[in-house]
C-alpha cells in the first residue's frame, strides 16, 4: 500500500505562486511513477503533470506548460508541483496519485493511489 498525502494548496491571486507536496508512505517510493491531476466543481479530474520514477522524465498538460513544473526528491518521499503565473481557471481540488507503470501516464484510472487532494483557489 501507498498512502499519499497533499498539502501546499491555498487561496492566491491571480499571478502568484504555489507549490503543492505529495508526501508517500508505504511501499517503496521510488518505485513509483507520479501523476498531478485537478478536478474543478462541475468538471471532470484532468491530467496536470506527471514525473518518472527516477524524475528524469516529466509531462504536462498543454494547459500549463511552462507555467507549471513537477519534480520529486526520492530521499524525502515527496513529490511537488511548483505553479507560477496562476491564473482563475487553475482553481481546482490538486490530487497526487501514483503509478508502478509510466506508461498511461495521462490517464487517471492507470493510477493505483490517490492522496485526498488540496484545493487551490485563484482569485481574479
Known amino acids: 500500500q501507498v498512502q499519499l498525502v497533499e498539502s501546499g494548496g491555498g487561496l492566491v491571486q491571480a499571478g502568484g505562486s504555489l507549490r503543492l507536496s505529495c508526501a508517500a508512505s508505504?511501499?517503496?517510493?521510488?518505485?513509483?511513477?507520479r501523476g498531478w491531476f485537478r478536478q474543478a466543481p462541475g468538471k471532470e479530474r484532468e491530467f496536470v503533470a506527471a514525473i518518472s520514477q527516477g524524475g528524469g522524465t516529466t509531462y504536462y498538460a498543454d494547459s500549463v506548460k511552462g507555467r507549471f513544473t513537477v519534480s520529486r526528491d526520492n530521499a524525502k518521499n515527496t513529490v511537488y508541483l511548483q505553479i507560477n503565473n496562476l491564473k482563475p481557471e487553475d482553481t481546482a481540488v490538486y490530487y497526487c496519485?501514483?503509478?508502478?507503470?509510466?506508461?498511461?501516464?495521462?490517464?487517471?484510472?492507470?493510477?493505483?493511489?490517490w492522496g485526498q487532494g488540496t484545493q487551490v483557489t485563484v482569485s481574479s
Open positions: 508505504g511501499r517503496t517510493f521510488s518505485t513509483y511513477a
Open positions: 496519485a501514483a503509478m508502478l507503470s509510466f506508461s498511461g501516464y495521462a490517464e487517471s484510472r492507470e493510477y493505483g493511489y
